[in-house]
């Protein structure tokens, strides 16, 4: 099982809200990609998504009225 640190996701975020989304737009466009190139995925697009952000590949944007003061 896939068990990703969570603080240290936050920590690039101001809320869960814009982790979990910011994880599931992610995910969405490794799948359109791989649908693109007519790859098959061994993995799920979720768990990749979450080790990109976890290891600084893919950075969420926030709007400025909702990031960290």
Same mark, same amino acid.
């Given at each position: +099982?896939?068990?990703?640190?969570?603080?240290? +996701?936050?920590?690039?975020?101001?809320?869960?809200?814009?982790? $979990?989304?910011?994880?599931?737009?992610?995910?969405? &466009?490794?799948?359109? &990609?791989?649908?693109?190139?007519? !790859?098959?995925? !061994?993995?799920?697009?979720?768990?990749?998504?979450?080790?990109?952000?976890?290891?600084?590949?893919? $950075?969420?944007? !926030?709007?400025?009225?909702?990031?960290?003061?």
């Amino acid at each position: +099982m896939f068990n990703p640190d969570l603080k240290k +996701m936050l920590n690039n975020v101001s809320s869960r809200y814009s982790l $979990v989304i910011g994880t599931a737009k992610r995910a969405r &466009e490794i799948r359109d &990609e791989a649908i693109e190139r007519e !790859e098959r995925i !061994e993995e799920k697009t979720v768990s990749t998504a979450i080790d990109e952000i976890c290891n600084g590949k893919y $950075v969420i944007q !926030e709007p400025d009225e909702i990031k960290k003061s």
